[in-house]
């Protein structure tokens, strides 16, 4: 069976050391898939390959107002995985998955 981010909860938070490493190589093999950049979409990619290695951090979905903005990331604890802080820092977290 195995093992999900629910699952795993009682074993203790992602390591952020560990899932800044794995991200790194994440974002240099990503190149190779032809496909132009979607927040959501690498997200997706980037927890999925996260999880192949029993990690599991959560995916913010945030917004801003002025003007309406969507965006969402990958984040370990208070580290932001696949986006920079300062570019997310200008959104409202709406949703942790």
Known sequence: MQKT???AAISGPTDCNEAARLTAAFLKIRPFFPRNYCCLFDSLALLRFLSGFQLFPDWVFAVQADPFNAHCWV??????LNDHLDHVCGFTPIMTV
């Open 5 to 7: 981010k629910y699952s």
């Open 75 to 80: 984040q370990a604890g208070t580290l932001v």
